[in-house]
Nanobody, 124 residues
Framework: QVQLVESGGGTVQAGGSLRLSCAASGRTFKTYAMGWFRQAPGKERDFVAAIDWSGGASYYGDSVKGRFAMSRDNAKNTVSLQMNSLKPEDTAVYYC?????????????????WGQGTQVTVSS
């Protein structure tokens, strides 16, 4: 059974940085593209970033482009999300997931095997 476990969340002041990690179990990790989503209270789950199986290509949601960077280490079965220049509106629970649909998709329905999430709070 595939499992994803996020970590690295916390509270940071606006303008600060955090690095999230997602540890994956299962032999198929390195064959899948991966993604990050986030969900703020009372809002829908929004796409943040995704990366291909090799780590050579990635794409981002407009609200985080230029501030966030996604990477992966296939030897350690992990993906990471480096978040810089954080804003209060980045406050949310962040989730990682496998991409089962076409690379380039930002639709939540194309992702699966969601982790339990990690809380990120950015204070002003």
């Amino acid at each position: 059974q595939v499992q994803l476990v996020e970590s690295g969340g916390g509270t940071v002041q606006a303008g600060g940085s955090l690095r999230l990690s997602c540890a994956a179990s299962g032999r198929t990790f390195k064959t899948y593209a991966m993604g990050w989503f986030r969900q703020a209270p009372g809002k829908e789950r929004d796409f943040v970033a995704a990366i291909d199986w090799s780590g050579g290509a990635s794409y981002y949601g407009d609200s985080v482009k230029g501030r966030f960077a996604m990477s992966r280490d296939n030897a350690k079965n992990t993906v990471s999300l480096q978040m810089n220049s954080l804003k209060p509106e980045d406050t949310a629970v962040y989730y990682c997931a496998y991409l089962h649909g076409p690379f380039g998709s930002m639709a939540g329905t194309d992702f699966g095997s969601w982790g339990q999430g990690t809380q990120v709070t950015v204070s002003s």
